[in-house]
């Protein structure tokens, strides 16, 4: 079955770097395109990253983009969040999920990793 | 990319139906038919329960079904069960090439 996990969430101070790694099974990783997706304490979803499945395309949500980056790495079936000048309102669950093909919308999704900005 | 409109909270009674709605604008729900809407559980990852405005995955039940009308989705649930209580969000995606969700409505089974 798909399965997704996560890893590299943490604490971190604001200003830092912090990079989540998810790593997929259950699925042929190199033609599925991906996404994150995040949840901040007791609040709603909000996405946040998108990446094709050759990783030729990639869309980010306004309060992120030119800090946060996004790539994988088919080799090693892995998708990657490098996050960047991180603040407060980054605090949240990152969920790496699955894109379901053509229908522009998410159709399996990882455990999550947290990530608290915060001094 | 502002967030689409749910209702915060709604209510039923097992055996009932309600619905959620969720509004956009012509940027986003309005311009395509790739609305979905996920069902979480309480420090669950969220489930999808319908895509592309009424389309159900494969082993989600009947009682889940969607449409859209203009710049407003709604998600239906009928005969309300206990585990229906949950959180549920819907998603568009947009003209800018992103993916905006609503807010998120609180479902309570009473």
């Known amino acids: 079955q798909v399965q997704l996990l996560e890893s590299g969430g943490g604490v971190v101070q604001p200003g830092g770097s912090l990079r989540l790694s998810c790593v997929a099974s259950g699925f042929t990783f190199g033609t599925h395109a991906m996404h994150w997706v995040r949840q901040a304490p007791g609040k709603g979803l909000e996405w946040v990253s998108f990446?094709?499945?050759?990783?030729?395309?990639?869309y980010y949500a306004d309060s992120v983009r030119g800090r946060f980056i996004v790539s994988r790495d088919n080799s090693r079936d892995t998708l990657f969040l490098q996050m960047n000048s991180l603040r407060a309102e980054d605090t949240a669950v990152y969920y790496c999920?699955?894109?379901?093909?053509?229908?522009?919308?998410?159709?399996?999704w990882g455990q999550g990793a947290p990530v608290n900005v915060s001094s | 990319q502002s967030a689409l409109t749910q209702p915060a909270s709604v209510s039923g009674s097992p055996g009932q139906s309600i619905a959620i709605s969720c509004t956009g604008t012509?940027?986003?729900?309005?311009?395509?038919?790739?609305v979905s809407w996920f069902q979480q559980h309480p420090g669950k990852a969220p489930e999808l329960i319908i895509y592309e405005v009424s389309n159900r995955p494969s082993g989600i039940s009947n009682r889940f079904s969607g449409s859209k009308s203009g710049n407003t989705a709604s998600l239906t649930i009928s005969g309300l069960r206990a585990d229906d209580e949950a959180d549920y969000y819907c998603i568009s995606f947009t003209t800018s090439s992103s993916w905006v969700f609503g807010g998120g409505t609180k479902l309570t089974v009473l």
């Open positions: 012509s940027g986003d729900v309005g311009a395509y038919n790739y």
């Open positions: 999920s699955r894109d379901l093909s053509e229908r522009y919308s998410i159709d399996h």
């Open positions: 990446i094709s499945w050759d990783a030729n395309t990639k």
